[in-house]
């Protein structure tokens, strides 16, 4: 064999025969600088020099005396030769029996005696060649391409291992995701994220000690790619528990300093799950799924942070998923109901326009928080099917006020608009379809949208509201003062309301810097010609500092709670009749009282 050819480098191939001269033969045909025989003379020479160390071939007589090959072969299965180990018989007996008795016991092939120097080259270099191949299948099969760690499936098998050994030793899983990953490959593309990967894999082996069994591609690991920007990193025998937490901090650190990437730097922080101890466990599924569960909770945590796995996750996660299952039914089964919060005109306290905020009546467990599902619905995308219902449910009702109560009816309705729903094509197409549907004048339509949700894109969102209210709809920016715009950014939206976040009024008697930080709002919306909304008025003291700054408009359970559209025609005829509604309205059929008033956005 030429070692052009042997793939295997120093390849090791036993020899198991009673007769030295065909040792010696062997030698003088196999010569090669890749390869290293090692000779055995009978049986037990065999199994001491597989104990030793397991060669990658085995060249076996079949007839030695007191014994056979396949009496031998057996030896060498119970001391635990890999099933991967070509064996090649050696035999001059040309019996159909004898040969079948061979490849039954798990000969890979055989070669006659008298056999010749081509002939042997030829068998041993193609076992060789086939062991490497399949070996590099195997390699690829249970490695990531891309990082070279242990992919999915290899990682599942270490778990399952440590699971089986749970009872004697201390076992951890951590499970993390790249904060910023998306946004790498958004913004400078795929090539870019897979070299942050790269990195990632990198720092990943670098970090972890010794004893965290974390080496390089071409040995067993114990840190894995599972696919994405998910990686998770299995430790074994932990002499202390707690030492999962340590590890976590030394990979929190080094995972969150900058990344050169082709003349970028770039920065992505890992959320980290983390379960501690496997004896609960029976299978390696259970452990990522918990592990992958408690991630989420550093995300939403704040991300860039380790958070440890409990069983009330687990519970919540599974109340998440039952909540998006039935979500996809509540729309057809009419499940869900507007209520309606006044905003009232603080100068003079007419209702001039009615909030609409989508409620959940579930036929089983009754009334769930908007707070339970909304945020399901936003990351599922189902948000965008329940606005268009919650949209053109509120001009149908404020069609309906106007054509029952005439001058008492309010003059402008508001919807709120979540993140997902502002694809231009699709939303302006759902709200010309119920304006026209219940022939509302687009100038009564009020559409919310967050500041945060504006600040996400800017440009996009600017580029679809300026669309809606070119057609004669008024945009709000809701929450205001809890995001990140600027006053340029002002300027530049169509902007036509503000809303003052909740939080401010709330804190404007405590102290003087949210009084302070109010008043700036409503004076930069007077001066930009924007009306502004205070929401979450409470008290008489907080509509009169409001009043003093000569806020315009206001919203909160002072005048009152969110009311079922049954309700809103008595409500109007008690403001009117200059009565404060929210006392006659507790405990109305609003089932979330307890509550602030939570949007659909």
Known sequence: MTSARSPIPDTRLLLVDDDPDIHNLVVGILQSRNLQLVSAMNGAEAVACVRREPPDLILLDYEMPGTNGLEVLAQLHKVGIPASTPVVFITGNDNHKVLTACFQAGAADYIRKPFCAPELRARVRSLLDRKYLLSRLEQLALHDNLTGLPNRESIRNRIQEAIHRSLDQNSALLFLDFDRFKLVNDSLGHDVGDQLLKKIADRLRRSLRDGDRVESASNLTSAARLGGDEFV????????????????????????????????????????????????????????????????????????????????????????????????????????????????????????????????????????????????????????????????????????????????????????????????????????????????????????????????????????????????????????????????????????????????????????????????????????????VAEGIETAEQLAMLQSMDCEFGQGYYFSRPIPAADVGEFLRRSMSGQRCHQSFQGSAEPFAATSAISHS
């Open 233 to 532: 990193v299995l430790l074994d025998n932990l002499p202390d528990p707690v030492d999962v937490l340590k590890v976590a901090d030394r990979l929190l650190a080094t995972l969150a300093a900058p990344y050169q990437l082709e003349g970028h730097q770039v920065y992505s922080t890992a959320s980290i799950g983390i379960v501690s101890g496997f004896a609960a466990y029976a299978a390696p599924d259970e452990v990522l799924r918990d592990a992958d569960t408690a991630m989420y909770e550093a995300k939403a945590a704040g991300k860039g942070r380790y958070v440890v796995f409990d069983a009330t996750m687990h519970s919540n996660a599974e109340q998440r998923l039952r909540i998006e299952s039935d979500l996809r039914n509540a729309i057809a089964d009419e499940q869900f109901f507007l209520a309606y919060q006044p905003i009232v005109a603080l100068n003079s306290g007419r209702t001039v326009a009615f909030e609409a905020l989508i409620r959940w009546n579930h036929p089983e467990r009754g009334p769930i928080l908007p707070g339970d599902f909304l945020p399901i619905a936003e990351e599922t995308g189902l948000i965008v099917p329940m606005g268009a219902w919650a949209l053109d449910r509120a001009c149908r009702d404020f069609a309906a006020w106007r054509r029952t109560y005439g001058s008492l009816a309010p003059s402008h309705i508001h919807v709120n608009l979540a993140r997902k729903q502002l694809v231009p094509r699709e939303l302006i197409e759902t709200v010309q379809a119920s304006l026209a549907r219940h022939d509302v004048a687009p100038e009564c339509l009020h559409l919310e949208v967050t500041e945060s949700e504006i600040m996400q894109n800017p440009k996009v969102a600017r580029a679809i509201l300026c669309e809606l209210r070119q057609l004669g709809i008024k945009i709000d920016m809701d929450d205001f003062g809890t995001g990140h715009s600027s006053l340029a950014c002002l300027q530049e939206l169509p902007i036509d309301v503000l809303k003052i976040d909740r939080s401010f009024v709330h804190n404007m008697e405590r102290t003087r810097s949210f009084a302070a930080l109010v008043n700036a709002v409503t004076t930069l919306a007077q001066n930009l010609g924007i009306a502004a």
